[in-house]
């Protein structure tokens, strides 16, 4: 069985990973010398997210959704990315599993070339995710990360009902519950909980920081208007995800869809 992990940069994509990857019954990409082990740097099949314009910005590109394959297409796509994937994986074991960002925008694409596969997809606050991004991508504003955010995830939101098999995460109920939250993805993965995925080391502090540096900016004179008018303007668009922009919380935990 193959996974695919997707989630926007700085969302809880490699965390998340990271913790599947020390199942004993799963094999995930590790020291290939790529950036976060990402399967994407590692094929020649479609674009990287950052051939699309990098973090915060791929999801702006049109060619960043990629939808179903004609099937000779497919199966001639899938054999190339196996062959290129295959090396980096223990093939005794009995889970696949590959983490990429834009993975948020190309399920439906991934589906066609791997019928059987299951997606997991994770969330963040989108102004936790802007402002994180913010510290890595230089120039970009809060208000276009908050965008992308926006883009990329309604994009995920029309796409998932075409997936089979679909599990939604969220960062805060990883970081809040760390076990219940690793126990709702071996449940969708069909995998027994095992001692060798220690939970313990996840911080729940990660969010602190930027949580910090929002209350410095809404509360600051000279930055309060345009933090109050990124509320206003984006107030609608969190809450469509479950979210809000006047609070940190989130809507209800994990979401599953298996047809």
Known sequence: MMVFIGGLHRSGTSLLFRLLRDHPMVSGFSRTGVPEDEGQHLQSVYPTAKALGGEGRFG???????????????????????????????????????????????????QSLFPDARF???????????????????????????????????????????IRRLLTLRYEDLLSDPQRSLEDLLGFLGLASTPEIVTTE??????????????????????????????????????????????FSSSPRARSLEQ
């Not at 989108?126 to 908050?146: D, H, T």
Request: overall charge positive.
């Open 120 to 162: 997991v997809v994770i969330m963040r606050h989108p102004l936790e995710v802007a402002l994180a991004e913010r510290k890595r991508v230089g120039r970009q504003p809060v208000w276009s990360l908050l965008r992308h955010w926006f883009a990329c995830h309604d994009t995920f939101s029309a796409d998932a009902p075409h």
């Open 202 to 247: 996840v911080s729940t502090g990660r969010s602190d920081r930027y949580r910090t540096d929002w209350e410095r900016l809404s509360t600051n004179p000279a930055y309060r208007p345009y933090a109050e008018l990124l509320v206003r303007r984006y107030e609608a668009d969190a809450n469509r995800h479950g979210y809000s922009m006047r609070s």
């Open 60 to 110: 702006f590109s049109s060619r960043a959704h990629m939808v179903e394959e004609a099937p000779d297409v497919a199966e001639t796509k899938a054999a190339r990315l196996l062959e290129q994937w295959g090396p980096h994986w223990d093939l005794s074991r009995p889970v696949l599993a590959e983490k990429s960002p834009p993975n948020l925008m190309r399920m439906r694409f991934l």
